[in-house]
T-cell receptor, first 109, second 114 residues
Framework: QKEVEQNSGPLSVPEGAIASLNCTYSDRGSQSFFWYRQYSGKSPELIMSIYSNGDKEDGRFTAQLNKASQYVSLLIRDSQPSDSATYLCAVLVWGKLQFGAGTQVVVTP | GAVVSQHPSRVICKSGTSVKIECRSLDFQATTMFWYRQFPKQSLMLMATSNEGSKATYEQGVEKDKFLINHASLTLSTLTVTSAHPEDSSFYIC??????????FGPGTRLTVL
């Protein structure tokens, strides 16, 4: 079983709609969770971090964490073509980030 | 936000040569720097963790004699790929942390070994 699992996609989302990305992790001791956005050929860019159960909103992004279910998600509201990228879920375990394989999001005009 | 730079952004070298990649934290002191490698269509794989003034800790399967890491100051870490071969061609990315949970990534270095 992979440490951090994500659906690879691609997730096709109409412009203006909500993109919903999911991530599960295996280490119950994890306390810090991150979402990175990576454009093709570029390095990851941190877009959200979340540490406690519940929702955290930042602009058009909302991260949701449920430690009991070992589940973290990312919602992108009012999706724009510029949101087309691969979204990486990362979990901090013993000081090291463990990455999921990433979900490719394609926002169609 | 925290800024991390990498140099060079792209390098092409002949098989058997060595290549050095620099990673700098520009506006904060990085107590820990991480080196990742990413092959096409794959996620980031951690190669090693380095703390300023200490020897790097390598992940299982990563040859420490082939990938030399130096973290001489709180703002600079270098990765040297020694005797590079075509299979070492990849996207190498560093990240830096000030000791808090977040890591900030450099722009990456694309290495092509002919």
């Amino acid at each position: 079983q992979k440490e951090v699992e994500q659906n690879s996609g691609p997730l096709s989302v109409p412009e203006g709609a909500i993109a919903s990305l999911n991530c599960t992790y295996s280490d119950r001791g994890s306390q810090s969770f991150f979402w990175y956005r990576q454009y093709s050929g570029k390095s990851p860019e941190l877009i959200m971090s979340i540490y406690s159960n519940g929702d955290k909103e930042d602009g058009r992004f909302t991260a949701q964490l449920n430690k009991a279910s070992q589940y973290v998600s990312l919602l992108i509201r009012d999706s724009q073509p510029s949101d087309s990228a691969t979204y990486l879920c990362a979990v901090l375990v013993w000081g090291k980030l463990q990455f999921g394989a990433g979900t490719q999001v394609v926002v169609t005009p | 936000g925290a800024v991390v730079s990498q140099h060079p952004s792209r390098v092409i070298c002949k098989s058997g040569t060595s290549v050095k990649i620099e990673c700098r934290s520009l506006d904060f002191q990085a107590t820990t720097m991480f080196w990742y490698r990413q092959f096409p269509k794959q996620s980031l794989m951690l190669m090693a963790t380095s703390n300023e003034g200490s020897k790097a800790t390598y992940e299982q399967g990563v040859e420490k004699d082939k990938f030399l890491i130096n973290h001489a100051s709180l703002t600079l870490s270098t990765l040297t790929v020694t005797s590079a071969h075509p299979e070492d061609s990849s996207f190498y990315i560093c990240s830096a942390s000030s000791g808090l949970n977040e890591q900030f990534f450099g722009p990456g270095t694309r290495l092509t070994v002919l």
